[in-house]
RNA sequence: GGGCGCUUAACUCAGCGGUAGAGUGCCAUCCUCACACGGUGGAAGUCGUAGGUUCAAAUCCUACAGCGCCCACCA
């Protein structure tokens, strides 16, 4: 095949290609694996080898479900690309890795996307039918539910689509019904009139955690209450005035003395002249305001327990949109805005305000759509918390979940501490409808299916209660759902729990801990198979009723001003836009090398753009090496088909624990030169530090090892040095040119294999054109992700070519201070003092020639530091003879600063080897390793300064 | 009212106890047969401020300032 690859990468069309063929040819997906099946057999393509005891290692990641109203944000991005990351690298180990996807059917964000389809046809949700109107949501989740994991796809995600979900299908819907009806059961849910956050546009009501607090600037009104039968007034503070309509007492704390003649007696509360009484409790702090307060038990939740203490009546003023209603007798009808503004005219009128304060309130928003919201007195169905918060702590606190970074663990904790009933109906037609049924006899029957007469009275005409259950109560039991629960299935055995959960921080509590506690509680006693669980290094964990071993909690993507991503501000970076501008490849590794552990990422175009540079540097070393390929080929001094076929039995994962390991290192690398040796040990040495980065999701680290390995190391230097060999000149350089050729490949493999988990496309897409687009496996995410071997660490390769990489560039700094032209090559002169190190020189002398322009190169037997020209190191001298006159004045300026920082070093390290406090505390590494470099600096600060004295005297 | 995070080169960010780093941008130079999305060389930071701990602090502690986030039923 010939290798005519575009001169510049072209990421659009390849990675649409391979996005297509990954899910196309299900590469990932994972059947079942019987008893027999998971251990010898490969079961995801790649046919691993077994560990000893015949078991594969087992990953498992749930996909957070999207909402399938959702858009890819950059959030989505970072998540996928992160969890992507892990998956690839897992399942390029030999783990039997399943990505689990699906999406969320979302409530109210669904049901609101509907109704407004609705609104644009003058249709409301009422018109239609509760019937028709599902059927309504059910059709436009078929034509457009589908969009986010469509984009999903095309970044790479490699999840088994063979196992999509969605949280409505009937086996999960049947499983939401045994939760709920399981939970009345154990007496865990309860029904019940309490004060709940209500949205009046959404016409339903949330959970505490779906109102988002907010500062505003707000007033606090002082009014008076005049006490009956009393020449005097109680005047309270409110920052709701409307609410006094329905005030039903004045509380004053027990030991005010202020109130104390007061107490038992009544006020006659202003506009709706009704006598209340004034009662003493705790709700009154003598330290606010006037230390009395009004008391309206159905519009404030701690005025309702106020009123539940002293059983006073509930009025309740307003209906589902917050207008008033009769209770509130002339103001019926009005907003509860317009409401404030009328009981605040007639209270001034009539004399009963009595102040008006600036203050800062804190209001509660509707998460989803921004409406204020209503503390409203409803009946709902709530969860008794605490059991299961108990032993979600205990799981935590006990370490058999962790969470990474770790301070999100406290953070956990506490909120788990403080945590309150949950109330899980919601007043919306799409969702999971409550499993209970009304009786008119006032009978509430929960069953699994819809009884056939009510079990008190007999009554058969029974009617389902109306509400639906909150969406997170469903995605809440998904890591156990989506593996048949309520069954007991083997899927259960080998996948749960859940090795890892890749989230952001925002739904921690929403789902995080919904699900520890959903999976702590109906799972428990369960058992994973033990084989597998040892293979997959869990054995020390004691609890596997949790639904994950491991949370990673994830950064924040903002936009590049650190500011929130939201529609609302209208600074949303779509990332299929910068996809399209940059490459996928280039996008991922961008997230992966911002994403430090703990802190937000800023999100950078320039960055962007760097790493698709990267790219395009892989794609034309590829080139490169194709070019080469082809010509040693014809000039037949190399065998392609052969070469890679030696490769093939190294190229599948083999498993920790297994005797033979061939991916280790470079397969069918043969180290004959200095840059072989070298570039072999560097190989194996970023190959550990970056599977050291991914265990610990240390994703920027592993990133920028590769990029740095792959530019810096294998390109700028191997690469560059190496060209030689792969043109021979005679015969007598064939040979080694076919070994210079295979290095190239087999090296290049490897990088692929280790770049493949952040940039899937470029590396599959050069992978099967190493292999003549007919590679061993169907896909490189199939292949053996490399492994270090320590032992090919080679640090006497790393210093000799880190002395010829000095001399390099320290003849290119000569080069350009004495401004010779690019294209002149000049002679050198060098010095070492060193037989072992002139003869290293002497070996690469070519190297050098070439890399640094360097016509001839002339050891000689004195310092040649004093000479002008010459540049001075702690192991050689060198010497660039050319007679182009340098600029004095410029050198001395150099070589002045140079000294200065010398000097400044040279005193401090002085110094503190002076200390003898230093000398006794410091380890003795830091102390010889200062020594070192101070004798080193000493001689150099000599050179130096003969350098300037001879500037001095040659100057003008 | 509680809790948390950030402040390092012009910009975006790493580093988190032992000689200040990267990408982009900038300057100079080179279109040398992989790559100008490139090569080579260079300039650029008293690591927010003030104290403290330490032989040693960008790195640990304290306070302060600025920015930001989360949680919270006190009127």
Redesign the pocket.
């Known amino acids: 095949m010939p290798h005519d690859l575009p001169?510049?990468?072209?990421p659009g069309a390849i990675e649409a290609r391979w996005a297509e063929y990954w899910v196309r040819e299900k590469l990932f997906s994972v059947p079942t694996p019987s008893k027999a099946e998971d251990s010898a057999q490969g079961i995801a393509g790649g046919g691993a080898r077994a560990t000893s005891d015949g078991r594969r290692p087992v990953f498992t990641l749930l996909l957070p479900p999207p909402n399938v109203t959702g858009r890819l944000h950059m959030g989505h991005m970072l998540n996928q690309t992160q969890m992507d990351i892990i998956v690839r690298w897992h399942r390029m180990r030999g783990f039997l890795t399943l990505w689990l996807p699906g999406t969320d059917h979302a409530g109210i964000a669904t049901q609101m996307m509907v109704e407004r389809q609705l609104a644009s046809e003058g249709k409301k949700r009422r018109d239609l039918g509760r019937e028709a109107f599902i059927e309504r949501v059910w059709e436009w989740k078929r034509h457009y539910g589908g969009a986010i994991l469509d984009q999903m796809k095309r970044l790479g995600a490699s999840v088994d689509w063979d196992r999509e979900y969605f949280t409505m299908d009937d086996g999960l819907s049947r499983a939401v019904i045994e939760v709920f009806v399981r939970l009345y059961e154990e007496g865990l849910i309860y029904r019940g009139k309490y004060i709940v956050n209500w949205c009046p546009r959404c016409e339903t009501a949330i959970s505490?955690?779906e109102?988002?607090?907010?500062?505003v600037q707000g007033k606090?009104?002082e009014i008076r209450y005049p006490v009956v039968g009393a020449d005097e007034f109680i005047v309270?503070?409110?920052?709701?005035p409307e609410?006094m309509l329905g005030d039903t007492a004045v509380?004053v704390?027990e030991k005010d003395e202020r109130y104390k003649h007061l107490q038992g007696k009544n006020v006659l509360l202003p506009l709706m002249n009704r006598e209340i009484p004034i009662i003493t409790d705790e709700?009154?702090?003598?330290?606010?305001?006037?230390?009395?307060?009004?008391v309206t038990p159905a519009h404030?939740?701690?005025d309702f327990?106020a009123g539940l203490r002293h059983n006073l009546p509930q009025i309740d003023l307003m209906d589902e949109h917050a207008h008033m209603n009769q209770n509130a007798g002339p103001y019926a009808g009005l907003s509860r805005y317009a409401a404030r503004e009328r009981v605040l005219e007639d209270l001034r009128a009539q004399g009963f305000l009595v102040g008006e304060k600036d203050?800062t309130?804190?209001i509660?928003k509707c998460d989803r759509c921004g409406t204020v919201v209503e503390?409203r007195l409803s009946t709902q169905w709530f969860i008794k918390i605490k059991p299961l918060a108990d032993r979600a702590t205990e799981v935590v606190e006990n370490g058999e979940i962790t969470i990474v970074p770790e301070?999100y663990k406290?953070?956990y904790l506490?909120?788990m501490h403080?945590i309150?009933d949950w109330c899980i109906s919601r007043q919306l037609w799409w969702g999971h409808r409550i499993p209970a049924w009304h009786c008119k006899c006032g009978e509430i029957i929960v069953a699994r299916e819809a009884p056939a007469k009510c079990s008190k009275c007999g009554e058969s005409e029974l009617k389902q209660d109306t509400d639906v259950l909150d969406t997170w109560f469903s995605s809440g039991l998904l890591p156990f759902t989506t593996l048949g629960w309520p069954e007991k299935t083997r899927d259960q055995e080998v996948f749960y729990p859940t090795t890892l959960l890749i989230t952001a921080?925002?739904i921690l509590?929403f789902w995080v801990a919904r699900m520890i506690m959903f999976g702590c509680h109906f799972m428990k006693g369960h058992q994973q198979d033990p084989a597998l669980k040892q293979a997959s290094g869990w054995a020390d964990k004691k609890d596997d009723s949790v639904p994950f071993r491991q949370v990673y909690i994830h950064?924040?993507v903002?936009d590049?001003?650190?500011?929130?991503m939201s529609k609302t501000k209208g600074n949303v970076i779509d990332p299929l836009e910068i996809i399209q501008r940059f490459g996928t490849d280039a996008t991922r590794f961008t997230l992966a090398?911002?994403?430090?552990?703990?802190?937000?990422?800023?999100?950078?175009e320039?960055?962007t753009?760097?790493?698709?540079?990267?790219?395009?540097?892989i794609?034309?070393?590829?080139?490169?090496?194709f070019?080469?390929v082809d010509r040693a080929e014809q000039a037949g001094v190399w065998k392609q088909q052969e070469f890679l076929k030696g490769l093939e039995a190294g190229l599948r994962p083999a498993l920790a624990g297994s005797e033979t390991r061939p991916h280790m290192g470079v397969p069918g690398f043969q180290p004959l030169t200095l840059e072989d040796h070298w570039i072999l040990s560097r190989f194996h040495r970023v190959t550990k530090d970056v599977n050291e980065a991914w265990q610990t999701y240390?994703f920027?680290?592993a990133a920028?090892r590769i990029?740095?390995f792959f530019?810096?190391d294998f390109?700028?230097?191997y690469?560059?040095l190496m060209?030689p060999r792969l043109a021979p000149q005679n015969d007598a350089e064939q040979a080694s040119a076919g070994v210079a050729c295979g290095n190239l490949v087999s090296l290049f493999e490897a990088s692929l294999r280790l770049l493949h988990p952040v940039m899937p496309f470029i590396t599959e897409e050069i992978w099967h054109a190493v292999y003549d687009g007919h590679p061993p496996l169907k896909s490189i995410a199939l292949a053996a992700y490399p492994q270090a071997d320590e032992q090919q660490f080679d640090l006497a390769a790393e210093t000799n070519m880190a002395i010829v990489q000095d001399l390099?560039?320290s003849v290119?700094?000569l080069?350009?201070?004495l401004?010779v032209?690019?294209?002149q090559k000049v002679p050198i002169q060098v010095y070492s003092q060193d037989a072992e190190i002139k003869s290293l020189l002497e070996q690469n002398q070519s190297a050098i020639q070439r890399?640094a322009?360097v016509e001839s190169v002339t050891f000689v037997e004195t310092s040649l530091s004093q000479l002008a020209g010459a540049r001075s190191t702690a192991r050689f001298d060198v010497h660039v003879v050319y007679e182009k006159k340098i600029d004095v004045a410029a050198e001395r300026q150099?070589l002045t600063?140079e000294l200065e920082q010398m000097e400044k070093?040279i005193a401090s390290?002085t110094r503190?080897l002076g200390?003898?406090?230093?000398?006794?505390?410091?380890?003795a590494?830091?102390?010889e390793?200062?020594r070192q470099?101070l004798a080193e600096?000493e001689v150099l600060r000599e050179k130096v300064r003969s350098s300037l004295d001879q500037l001095g005297r040659s100057g003008k």
């Open positions: 001169k510049a990468y072209e505490d955690l109102v988002k607090h907010e500062e606090l009104f309270v503070a409110t920052t709701r609410t509380a704390n709700l009154a702090n003598p330290e606010f305001g006037t230390g009395a307060v009004k404030d939740p701690n327990q203050y309130i804190a509660g503390p301070n406290q953070i506490n909120w403080n309150h921080y925002e509590f950064a924040l903002r590049a001003d650190r500011q929130k090398a911002m994403a430090a552990p703990g802190t937000d990422i800023a999100f950078s320039s960055r753009d760097g790493y698709r540079a990267f790219a395009n540097k794609w034309n070393a590829a080139r490169f090496m070019m080469n240390r920027h680290e920028n990029y740095d530019w810096g390109c700028d230097w690469i560059e060209k390099i560039v290119r700094n080069r350009a201070e401004k032209e690019q294209k890399l322009g150099r600063k070093e390290s503190q200390n003898e406090q230093f000398l006794a505390k410091a380890p590494k830091v102390v390793g200062m470099r600096l």
